[in-house]
């Protein structure tokens, strides 16, 4: 499943990352999960969600997979589970993660997306991820830092938006720190106008 859609991490690799964000003591995690995703199933989509509720993260976006027209997945053809397998998944998540304290706080679609379903932030009390809510709404601007983020700067008057992207892969963007710098640069000079 990972080599289908372009992720060269590993579920260990998440396990890790998820001890040294509890020994760092962060407060407010953020998972996402995706039905849908080739491969899978709805048994491994519940282990899956089984595994992220118990990490102690209070807040989970359950994802409907959204089939882009250039990805991989379409263009080779690439089995995907189908639109009853994913309603599945999405039908565990529901109950599940309301049992475990978790209640909806914001719900998007997009186009081309697996059985036209939806995408879905859950949390627990006080664990709202207003960056989930900002990153969908054309009103706020956002400046990211760290691998693999996106800036979206808006102007005030709502008549122009402009994005630039961090470097994907940590190392890289440890190692180019004049991306960052360029980064910062352009978001100074969109409100310098």
Known sequence: MRAAIGRRHTADDIR???ELVRRAGFLHVN???IAGLPEDTPEGFRR???EVIGFGTDNITVHTLSLKKGSR???EGIRIPTMEEAAEMLDYADPT???AGFGPYYLYRQKYMSGSF???GW???GGTGWYNIYIMEELHSILSLGAGGSTKMVDPA???IERVFNLKFPQEYVQRPEKLTANQEAFRAFYDR
Request: charged share 30%; proline share 4%; glycine share 8%.
């Open 118 to 120: 939806e995408n879905t």
């Open 123 to 125: 949390c627990r009390p």
């Open 158 to 160: 709502g008549n122009r």
């Open 48 to 50: 899956s969600l089984d």
């Open 73 to 75: 997945i379409t263009l």
């Open 97 to 99: 993660l309301r049992g």
């Open 16 to 18: 890790r990352a998820m």
């Open 31 to 33: 998972m996402d999960l």
